[in-house]
């Protein structure tokens, strides 16, 4: 039956109302990016349905859950529907998290829906300390468009509780240098930590000093680290300390070791370096009464062995005394005793023992020291000697800073013969000349001996005892006034302890540069006349004479002077030795006698046989080494019997 009321007007309005209620079609959850429609001609506005994404997150139950930790990571899910409500397949999607809480693997955060439009991405804790909550977005790009559709989820992070469990070795006591395998469970609420891998850290007291090795760090390998423990050289029990930044508690086991057998004794230093001590109550510059010797202790393997009693003795007994008769080797190995010295020179050796280490094959291990050498280390007056490089210098000129005429050298030794320490001083003083170094007059004994520059120079004369010296002050042993000759420098070096003094005493001849005076056979009047006539000679036998050549001061012309026969006229030169002027000392401490350089001259006659007498002259000169030249003209006569 119809009703005259209804209209085709009223059924469009009904339409419109039920599409109205209905919200467009449906919808899925998430932010939809598309257009709004037009509802009709009945005038009212519908939004048409659009693509959505579907956001949750699933335990490894399987389960909804949203509580995120190190120990328990999150499966997230976006189910990505197009706006029939419809699966999108192979639709890209991007994971971000609003909080730096948590991490995703893979890394990149993306991952594409499959058949059913499900996008899935694992969600970790980003540490074991994070803690805290925030939300996750899965953003989908439509296959084929640019269209953009996104959903979230929150999630809340609780920081993860870690525990060690109990340190297992695979066998509690190892031999010296043996190994074991230390391993170690990273536990949450009681079991194993698997989510991600842990550094854990292994120490030890023999680690730390070096007597054994470990691996530092150890990640790890589902939920347990392992390492192995070698001894090197430990010789004690050992505790293991396992720890990690993410554990609170760390954990602990002991590990016996057995000490490692004692292989040598080494001896590794006597001090003083030298080896020589003095006689008790001597004292001396840099001497001491006491020697120190220091042994070392090897095992087996070649390493030092801590805690290793030595017994130490002296050979031969008694002559001096041992002030420690046992120790013990510290963590280097290393043992030391004292020595004092006795009335006595002597010599001896520490012999090291190691007791208990005797086999049926041979005695308890044992080694010796050097030789230690006990002496009086006072330096005595018979064995203090000072000499120089050149005796009789060229007088004529100054010699400079940096060419001295001569080096004096002093030589110093004990009562037994050995060079004094080091170090000892000796002074230096000159008369004439200069003597020294700016810094110092003297200087100091290397191996028992040390040298000092001579130079030419003003005063060229001396004063009587004038600057006083050990040499010349006093009426001790030794004691003498100083050369007043012309020319004659007197050097003397002297040392004290403090209480007694020891010197000597030498001389330096500043000589002049000309042949002044020649004595002729040895005589002591100077040869006179110009030429000097030696008078009438056989022809047939050679003609042998001596010259004695000296300065207008009797002293000897500098030493390397080149004497010469020049001028030779009527003979033959058969030799003239010797052919330089040598090294001559002072032996008259004052006026002019003679006291130069002797020389043989050997002539023969220029003509034999002889037939008639004939006349030979000749010069002998003196060249200096600084090319000064002068000489005294002589001449003779050979007869025929």
């Given amino acids: 039956m119809k009703n005259p009321n209804f209209t085709y007007g009223t059924l469009a309005l009904l339409l419109a109302a039920t599409l109205s209620a209905c919200g467009g079609g449906g919808g899925s959850p998430g932010t939809t990016v598309g257009n709004t429609g037009n509802g009709g001609s009945g005038g009212g506005t519908t939004t048409p349905a ?41 639709a890209l999607v991007a994971f971000t998290s609003s909080a730096t809480l948590a991490v995703f693997a893979p890394e990149s955060g993306t991952a594409l ?41 929150n999630y809340s992070v609780n920081a993860t509780a870690l525990s060690f469990s109990a340190v297992r070795l695979d066998t509690a006591s190892i031999d010296a240098y043996g190994s074991t395998l230390v391993s170690v469970d990273l536990l949450a609420n009681g079991a194993k930590y698997t989510g991600q891998q842990v550094n854990v850290s292994f120490s030890s007291a023999c680690v730390t000093a070096g007597k054994a090795t470990l691996a530092a760090s150890v990640a ?19 505790v293991i ?13 002991s590990l016996a070791i ?15 370096n030298d080896k020589s001590i003095v006689i008790r109550g001597q004292g001396g510059i840099n001497r001491t009464e006491t020697a120190t010797l220091r042994f070392r202790v090897f095992d087996v393997f070649g390493r030092p062995l801590a805690g290793k009693a030595v017994d130490f003795r002296v050979m031969p007994e008694g002559v001096v005394t041992l002030n420690k008769a046992r120790d013990n080797t510290d963590a280097n190995g290393e043992v030391i005793t004292t020595v004092n010295s006795g009335t006595m020179p002597t010599s001896f050796r520490v012999h090291a023992t190691l007791p208990g280490t005797a086999t049926a094959n041979r005695p308890d291990i044992t080694t010796a020291s050097d030789s230690i050498v006990v002496t009086t280390g006072q330096l005595v007056q018979r064995a203090f000697s000072l000499s120089v490089t050149k005796a009789n210098v060229d007088g004529t000129f100054d010699s400079g800073t940096s060419t001295p005429a001569s080096v004096a050298n002093i030589l110093i030794a004990d009562g037994f013969g050995n060079p004094v320490a080091d170090g000892t001083p000796v002074v230096f003083q000159t008369n004439i000349g200069a003597i020294g170094s700016s810094d110092r007059g003297g200087c100091l004994t290397v191996n028992g001996g040390c040298s000092v520059d001579f130079r030419v120079q003003n ?4 004063l009587p005892n004038l600057p006083a010296t050990p040499c010349n002050t006093g009426s001790g042993p030794g004691v003498s006034p100083d050369s007043t000759r012309p020319g004659v420098a007197t050097i003397c070096a002297s040392t004290t302890d403090g209480t007694n003094t020891q010197f000597a005493k030498t001389t330096i001849t500043l000589s002049d540069n000309i042949l002044a005076r020649v004595y002729v056979n040895g005589s002591t009047t100077p040869a006179s006349g110009d030429p000097i006539d030696l008078g009438d000679a056989p ?8 010259l004695q050549l000296t300065d207008l001061n009797g002293n000897p012309l500098p030493a390397d002077s080149v004497v010469a026969i020049t001028g030779l006229s009527g003979a033959t030169l058969v030799e003239i030795t010797p052919a330089k ?29 002889c037939t008639a007498a004939a006349k030979a002259t000749f010069n002998v000169s003196v060249t200096t080494p600084r090319g000064d030249t002068s000489s005294k003209a002589f001449t003779m006569n050979f007869t025929c019997p």
């Fill in 581 to 609: 002027v040598g090294n001559i000392f002072a032996v008259h401490s004052s006026g002019t006698a003679p006291n130069g350089s002797t020389h043989r001259v050997t002539l023969n006659a220029a003509t034999k046989p």
């Fill in 220 to 238: 790890t390998n589902m939920g347990t680290a392992q390492t192995v423990y070698r001894d090197q050289g430990c010789g004690n029990n050992d």
């Fill in 258 to 272: 057995a000490a490692p057998s004692a292989a040598s004794v080494q001896f590794a230093e006597a001090v003083p």
């Fill in 241 to 253: 300390t396992v720890s990690s930044d993410g554990v609170a508690t760390p954990a602990a086991a």
């Fill in 113 to 153: 829906t499959d058949a059913s439009g499900t996008a899935s991405i694992t969600m970790r804790a980003a540490s074991l300390a994070a803690g805290g909550a925030g939300s996750v977005t899965a953003t989908a790009t439509l296959p084929g468009t640019a269209t953009t559709v996104s959903g979230s989820a």
């Fill in 50 to 90: 659009a693509p959505s994404v579907g956001v949750t997150l699933v335990g490894a139950n399987g389960q909804a859950s949203g509580a995120l930790s190190g120990a328990t990571p999150l499966t997230v899910r976006a189910v990505v529907l197009d706006a029939s409500n419809k699966p999108v397949p192979n």
């Fill in 539 to 546: 022809a047939a036998d050679p003609k042998v004479f001596t």
């Fill in 459 to 462: 005063p060229r004369t001396a």
